[in-house]
């Protein structure tokens, strides 16, 4: 069945490093949302990729789309204590079947 | 709006009882889901609806759960009977038409004992 793999698992990182965190999908996808969950909150939506090769920003946030529309990525620059938590891809296959990625936790030093 | 609304917020249940979750979801969207997260299998999804039809369920666990949307602004999710492995953070989320952004609510913290 359809499976989205996501890594790292956890990433620490001292405060204004880089993070990055990746999903693959072993089917093709129809579009890729990415979510942020604070601990103790619940998921809370950032974007969505619809196009083969798209790039999106949120200021800080960059969100890549594969060509093959089968992996993405989430690049935070300069990480801040603010984005601390875990972030989730989700893949949506043509079937309309939506899957999460099992997130990746970043946590920072100050 | 006051976003996606579940009750009770927190459950603590002895094993073998009947336990039923709610949702309301923000007025207008016509997609509803509910997932569960554990530390062990992350966030899954257990079952959605579109127009309050169940579309694919494939996620349930087992015949012991079971959700219904009666209508457009209210969902369950029934657990009969609860089982110690069913402990988890239950969360209901809405979108406008399945593929969109979804909304999710504040979650139920279910504990079996």
């Known amino acids: 069945g359809q499976q989205v793999m996501q890594i790292p698992q956890y990433q620490h990182v001292q405060e204004g490093e880089d993070f990055t965190t990746y999903c693959n999908s072993s089917t093709t996808l129809s579009n890729i949302q990415w979510y942020k969950q604070r601990p103790g909150g619940h998921p809370v939506f950032l974007i969505q990729l619809v196009k083969s090769g798209e790039v999106k920003k949120q200021k800080r946030l960059t969100f890549q789309f594969g060509e093959a529309k089968k992996n993405s990525s989430l690049h935070i620059t300069a990480t801040q204590t603010t984005d601390v938590g875990t972030y989730f891809c989700?893949?949506?296959?043509?079937?309309?079947?939506?899957?999460f990625g099992s997130g990746t936790r970043l946590s920072i030093r100050p | 709006d006051a976003g996606v609304i579940q009750s009770p917020r927190h459950e603590v249940t002895e094993m073998g009882q009947e336990v039923t979750l709610r949702c309301k979801p923000i007025s207008g969207h016509n997609s509803l889901f509910w997932y569960r997260q554990t530390m062990m299998r992350g966030l899954e999804l257990l079952i959605y609806?579109?127009?309050?039809?169940?579309?694919?369920d494939s996620g349930m666990p087992e015949d012991r759960f079971s959700a219904k949307m009666p209508n457009a602004s209210f969902s369950t999710l029934k657990i009969q009977p609860s089982e110690p492995r069913d402990s988890a953070v239950y969360f209901c989320?809405?979108?406008?038409?399945?593929?969109?952004?979804?909304?999710f609510g504040p979650g139920t913290r279910l504990t079996v004992l």
């Open positions: 609806f579109n127009n309050n039809v169940p579309i694919d």
């Open positions: 989700a893949g949506y296959s043509s079937a309309s079947k939506i899957i």
């Open positions: 989320a809405s979108s406008y038409l399945g593929e969109n952004e979804q909304f």
